[in-house]
Structures are given as C-alpha cells and as structure tokens.
C-alpha cells in the first residue's frame, strides 16, 4: 500500500468583491469577468506514505489539513498536481461519510459496509464486532437521529475499521466522544497499522499525535511547514 502526493494544489473562489453592488455583480456574471477572490487552500503539497505507517496532519484551522484529506478521498478535485494510490482506500471525514440519520444503527451497519465493498454474509459475520466496539448493543434497532454526536462517532469509526481498509483517512474523528474511547480507537488504528495498514490522522488531539503517529505533517496557509518525526514537529509547532 502507498500514496504518491506530488505538488497538489487546490483553489476556491470566495464570494464577490467587496462593495461591489448588485448591478456590478450582474455586468460581471455576464461579460465573464472574475469577481470572486481566489484562494488557495494547498500550494505545492507533496508527500509519501507507505503501509505501516500513522500519519499525522495538523495545523491551524483553514490551513488545508481537511482538504488534503478531501482530495486524496476523491471528494474534492484538485488543480494541480497528482495523487497516486495502491490499495483500499476508506475515509472517515467529519462524520459526514457515515451514519444515515433516518436508518437504524443495523440499517447503517449493512448499507455502510456494503459502500466499502463488503459482501452481506462478511458483513453479517462482522456485525456483533462493529455494534460491541462502538457500545451500542442496547441500540441496534435505534434511529441515529436519536443518538449523541458520540455515539455516531463510535458507529461511524466502527464500520470503517471493519472494512477491512488498506489506506484509512481519519479527519477531526476525536473532537468528540470520551477519553476512554478515544483511547481505545487509537489503540485499534495501531493494531491495524501493525497488520500492514496505513493511517493518515488530521486532528487537534496533538497528545494523540505525537503518542501514536510515526510522522507528522505540519501545514499553514496550504503549504508544508514542516514534516518529520512527531516529537521534533509538535514541539516546533506549539512554538509558533
């Protein structure tokens, strides 16, 4: 398993001029002028990971870690640049790729997997592992709309450590939930790293980071600041 990140680069355009009007903004919609600002999110990003490995990403708020992921996953396309990837890939971004609110937790269970190619008898064998590791055996018959943000959390990285993934992108999954079982996720993202995995972690957890990463990359303003061992890259980063 690998991934082959080379130059990436990924712009948005934000909103209209500043004080422009609405008759501006109509004569310029129409002539094909640019009247939004340009920003970019990643400026020159590359990288390499390699099966074993814990990646971590970190970085202030908007300053691109979120959309690495969102690129590498396919959600978002990029502008410039090339991403290679060897092997199965699965992302757990925000929460959003997860729990369906309006199913119950077995309705999620089967349709969840089922999106990360797991037949119906390995995901029937799967079953009772996914609902104990995310506490929810009181709640299998539960619509999620019901439940804690921690509790979909719990569901969410349940079914993606059990697809059996290569390649695993982890964004912002422990901004909630319990200490305990955060601790107990990141004991279970090791344990599939030992098996041959490989993790790539965006999170603000940075004791999580430097206790359970192998490297860390340290983003500002869509651009790599610094990429190295955990411990050198975090003390630098709470430096600054």
């Known amino acids: 398993m690998r991934i082959i990140v080379k130059d990436i680069s990924k712009k948005f355009k934000i909103g209209f001029k500043k004080n422009q009007g609405a008759l501006a903004r109509f004569i310029s919609f129409f002539s094909g002028k640019e009247p939004r600002k340009i920003i970019w999110a990643l400026k020159d990003v590359s990288f ?8 971590g990403i970190i970085g202030e708020n908007g300053s691109g870690k979120s959309t690495l992921l969102r690129i590498i996953a396919g959600i978002y396309n990029k502008d410039d640049g090339t ?24 309705d999620n269970i089967y349709l ?15 079953f009772n592992s996914i609902v104990e590791f995310a506490e929810l055996e009181n709640f299998v018959n539960t619509k999620i709309y019901q439940f804690s943000e921690g509790m979909k959390q719990r569901l969410a990285f349940s079914i993606a450590i059990h697809c059996n993934p290569d390649i ?5 999954i422990f901004e909630v939930g319990d200490e305990d079982f955060k601790i107990k996720s990141a ?3 090791k344990e599939l790293v030992n098996k041959g995995a490989m ?9 999580m980071i430097e206790k359970y990463c192998d490297r ?20 630098e980063y709470k430096t600054n």
């Open 83 to 106: 991403v290679k990837i060897n092997g199965k890939l699965v992302s757990l971004i925000n929460l959003k790729v997860g729990p369906k609110e309006r199913l119950t937790t077995r």
């Open 48 to 55: 390499e990971a390699e099966a074993g490995e814990i990646i």
């Open 199 to 207: 993790v790539l972690l965006v999170s603000h957890e940075l004791w």
């Open 112 to 126: 969840c997997c089922s999106l990360f190619d797991l037949g119906k008898k390995e995901i029937k064998k799967k």
């Open 168 to 172: 695993l992108l982890l964004d912002e």
């Open 187 to 189: 004991d279970k993202i």
């Open 216 to 235: 860390v990359i340290w983003l500002d303003k869509g651009r790599i600041i610094k990429e190295g061992g955990s411990e050198e890259v975090i003390k």
